[in-house]
């Protein structure tokens, strides 16, 4: 657990001592460091003086721990991504407003004792999964001596925060339905016309190029094969430094067979869908179709997403606004 205040400081547990539940023990901590210093800002406020604010981020994870350093210097610390994880997860109380914020790992073994707010997903410095946090509002009520119960207002903030997110997620999550797809399957007809042929041919390298960067090197390998991504040097594009990569590629003459040039077109129309039927059903719907006609489909879905996201986006401001008619200060809900 990593309290922020000026200075700051990390508190383990855990270690040296072995201790069960330490992530437990660890969050009764910190909603125990919050209550308390609520009645100390109540006396100070009292006295006319600011309140003080503090946040902290506690993170669960194996961590190096021990006597570290030289026969110069010796201390007993902890090292590690877990430390570094929960560092970031304590300077992101500020960015969303709340005093203690919980990684997934800290929370889901003891979800039924806590009441919580999903916040975000968040990347780590040199890892590529994201890591879900949570603000943890809360210990639910018989878990702990801590436990308080959650003022109606607040409660009803957090039902609006909760509609709002899911609305937020609902594009990612569900994309376009079967029922959806299969309406634009049958709205295409069955050849482009000679002007969007063109424009297509015209556009085609710019197109390439685009879906190659957007993808990583796994899932080009995924798509192409082995044997196309060495023929491309894809491997050594994909190594290079982001901001080198877009100038590379477009320096680079992509010679790519009409089969892969499919299956690069596939792939994208394939991100439109969330179940694996209507993959199957679009892979095969694919074959038949000329490149021009599958782009003209991924631009046909391309503004079926937009436009339902739109909406879904719409309906959790809806929900977000509510939040902030009942907590204005609520910055996880501010644009």
């Not at 990390?10 to 330490?22: I, T």
């Not at 391309?302 to 309906?315: G, P, S, V, Y």
């Amino acid at each position: 657990m990593i309290p922020s205040s000026t200075p700051s400081l990390m508190a383990v547990f855990g270690s040296p001592a072995p201790l069960n539940d330490h992530a437990w023990y660890a969050m009764q901590t910190a909603i125990a460091m919050r209550q308390r210093l609520e009645k100390f800002n109540e006396a100070r406020m009292a006295e006319g003086k600011m309140a003080i604010g503090i946040g902290m981020g506690i993170h669960t994870d194996e961590v190096v721990s021990g006597n570290i350093g030289s026969s110069k210097r010796m201390e007993l610390t902890s090292i590690g991504d877990g430390v570094n994880l929960a560092s970031r997860l304590e300077g992101t109380s500020k960015q969303y407003g709340t005093d203690i914020v919980i990684s997934e790992n800290t929370y889901k073994p003891y979800a039924r004792r806590l009441i919580v707010r999903e916040l975000d997903l968040i990347t780590v410095k040199g890892k590529s999964e994201p890591v879900r946090i949570y603000e943890l509002l809360g210990i639910q009520p018989g878990r702990s001596t801590l436990a308080r119960e959650v003022p109606e207002e607040k409660q009803k903030a957090i039902d609006h925060y909760h509609k709002g997110r899911e609305y937020y997620l609902q594009p990612a999550r569900e994309k376009l339905s079967s029922d959806e797809m299969i309406s634009l399957l049958e709205q295409l007809p069955e050849e482009v016309s000679e002007s969007e042929e063109k424009e297509f041919e015209e556009r085609k390298k710019e197109i390439l190029r685009d879906l190659i960067e957007q993808l990583s090197l796994a899932q080009l390998e995924q798509i192409l094969g082995s044997n196309a991504i060495k023929r491309l040097s894809l491997e050594e594009l994909k190594q290079m430094p982001s901001e080198e990569a877009p100038e590379s590629l477009a320096d680079r003459e992509i010679k790519l067979t009409p089969r892969e040039v499919k299956k690069l077109l596939t792939a994208k129309l394939l991100q439109f869908c969330a179940k694996e039927e209507d993959h199957r059903c679009l892979s095969d719907e694919a074959k038949e179709m000329s490149q021009a006609l599958i782009w003209k489909l991924i631009g046909l879905a391309k503004q079926q997403f937009t436009d339902k996201a739109k909406k879904a986006f719409e309906n959790a401001q809806g929900e977000f606004q509510a939040v902030l008619d009942i907590d204005p200060k609520n910055k996880a809900c501010k644009s």
